[in-house]
Nanobody
């Protein structure tokens, strides 16, 4: 069965950093586009960052561009989201997503990131 297991969330102060990890199993990881989404209280879920199969193309939401970096280690079946210069408005539940045409998509259960003093 497919599992996406997220880790690395927590409470940090504004200006701090966190690194989220998502370990996948049950899929051919290198065949999937991997993404991070987030959902803040009272807001819709939004795409934060995406990375193509071999890491050649990365896309970011304007709100995180220059602060967040998505990367993947296909040999470890893991995708990362390095978050720097965190702001209170980054507070959200962050979700890992794996997607592949004709094969559908999968979601992690989410990890809480709270940015507060």
């Amino acid at each position: 069965q497919v599992q996406l297991v997220e880790s690395g969330g927590g409470l940090v102060q504004p200006g701090g950093s966190l690194r989220l990890s998502c370990a996948a199993s049950g899929i051919t990881f290198s065949s999937y586009t991997m993404s991070w989404y987030r959902q803040a209280p009272g807001k819709e879920r939004e795409l934060v960052a995406a990375i193509t199969r071999t890491g050649g193309i990365r896309n970011y939401a304007d709100s995180v561009k220059g602060r967040f970096t998505i990367s993947r280690a296909n040999a470890k079946n893991t995708v990362y989201l390095q978050m720097n210069s965190l702001k209170p408005e980054d507070t959200a539940v962050y979700y890992c997503n794996a997607a592949r045409n004709t094969y559908g998509q999968y979601w992690g259960q989410g990890t809480q990131v709270t940015v507060s003093s």
